[in-house]
C-alpha cells in the first residue's frame, strides 16, 4: 500500500480522533506535502459537514413516517424469514440517507450560499488542515503592513494588536479573481484570519455586519473605505463578535476635526450600524 493509500484509509479515523499522536502526526505532515491527499481529505470534510447541516435542519413530517411504517410494516417476512430482516433495515437507512441528501441538495440550490464567504472560509481551512507557515511572521503592524508592500493593488490598514488578541504575521492570498491580505492572529490556541480585499458587485449590498457560519467557522464581514474585511476564525461566535469589534472601531475613529460632508454622514452611519450589528 502506498503512502497516499495508506493516508487515505486513515481519513475518516483522523477526522474523528481515533488515531494516536505518532499516526496523527505522520498524516498531517502527508497531507502538508500532498495536495491531492489534501484534496481528498477536504472533499470527505465537506461531505459530512453537509449531511450533518441537512440533519440537523430536517424533521420528519408526519405523513414521511406514516409512509415509512407503511413501507417497514407492508415488507416484513413471515416468522421463518427473520433472517433478511437486517437486508430490510439496511435498505431503509439507505433510502432515508437519499432522503436527507436530496433535501440537502434542494436547499442548496434553493438557497444560493455567499461564494466570497465560502471561498475565505475554504482557504482558511485548507490553511488550518496543512498547518502551514505563515508567509510573513512578525507581531509588530507596522512591518506586516509593509510587508504587503507593492502585492496589492489597495492601500492596506494598519493591522491591530492587543493584548489579548495576539498578532501573529500576514499570508498573501489569491483566489477571487484579485490578492487578498490575511492578517493571522492567535487567540485561545486558535486560528483567526482577517481577510482584506476589494469590494465588488457581489459585496458592495451586503449588510453591515454580516454574520455566517460556514463548514463549522464563523465569519463577520464589514466594509470601510472600499475595502471588504471579512474575519474567519475557529472560536465561538460571541468571542468572534469581540475580535470584531477590536479590529474594526479603530479603523472607524479619526482624530481631530472631521468636514461634515454626505460622504461622511453615510460613512458614520455605516460605522453605526456595523457596531449596532456587532453587538447585537
Given amino acids: 500500500m502506498t503512502t497516499c493509500e495508506n493516508t487515505r484509509a486513515h481519513l475518516d479515523a483522523f477526522r474523528d480522533g481515533e488515531l494516536d499522536a505518532e499516526r496523527c502526526e505522520t498524516l498531517r505532515k502527508h497531507l502538508a506535502g500532498c495536495e491531492a491527499c489534501l484534496q481528498q481529505a477536504e472533499r470527505d470534510d465537506a461531505f459530512e459537514q453537509q449531511i450533518r447541516a441537512a440533519a440537523d435542519d430536517w424533521t420528519a413530517s408526519d405523513e414521511l413516517w406514516q409512509r415509512i411504517?407503511?413501507?417497514?410494516?407492508?415488507?416484513?417476512?413471515?416468522?421463518?424469514?427473520?433472517?433478511?430482516?437486517?437486508?430490510?433495515?439496511?435498505?431503509?437507512?439507505?433510502?432515508?440517507?437519499?432522503?436527507?441528501?436530496?433535501?440537502?441538495?434542494?436547499?442548496?440550490?434553493?438557497?444560493?450560499?455567499?461564494?466570497?464567504?465560502?471561498?475565505?472560509?475554504?482557504?482558511?481551512?485548507?490553511?488550518?488542515?496543512?498547518?502551514?507557515?505563515?508567509?510573513f511572521s512578525d507581531e509588530r503592524p507596522g512591518p506586516i503592513r509593509n510587508w504587503f508592500g507593492s502585492k496589492v493593488d489597495f492601500r492596506v490598514p494598519l493591522p491591530v494588536r492587543t493584548r489579548e488578541f495576539r498578532l501573529a504575521g500576514g499570508r498573501l492570498c489569491n483566489m477571487l479573481d484579485q490578492r487578498i491580505v490575511s492578517y493571522m492572529y492567535r487567540i485561545d490556541d486558535a486560528w483567526v484570519s482577517l481577510y482584506i480585499m476589494k469590494s465588488t458587485d457581489k459585496t458592495t449590498n451586503r449588510p453591515p455586519g454580516l454574520e455566517q457560519v460556514l463548514r463549522g467557522y464563523g465569519t463577520i464581514s464589514w466594509q470601510a473605505d472600499g475595502l471588504l474585511h471579512t474575519l474567519v476564525g475557529d472560536v465561538d461566535r460571541n468571542r468572534l463578535r469581540e475580535i470584531a469589534r477590536a479590529l474594526y472601531l479603530p479603523q472607524s475613529v479619526k482624530s481631530g476635526p472631521v468636514p461634515v460632508s454626505p460622504d461622511r454622514i453615510a460613512a458614520i452611519q455605516r460605522s453605526v450600524a456595523i457596531r449596532l450589528a456587532l453587538a447585537g
Avoid: C, W, Y
Fill in 69 to 135: 411504517r407503511k413501507t417497514s410494516h407492508a415488507a416484513r417476512p413471515p416468522a421463518r424469514s427473520l433472517r433478511v430482516l437486517p437486508a430490510i433495515a439496511a435498505g431503509l437507512l439507505v433510502a432515508l440517507g437519499a432522503v436527507v441528501s436530496l433535501l440537502s441538495l434542494e436547499r442548496d440550490q434553493a438557497e444560493p450560499g455567499d461564494s466570497v464567504a465560502t471561498a475565505l472560509v475554504n482557504e482558511f481551512h485548507t490553511f488550518v488542515v496543512s498547518q502551514r507557515d505563515l508567509d
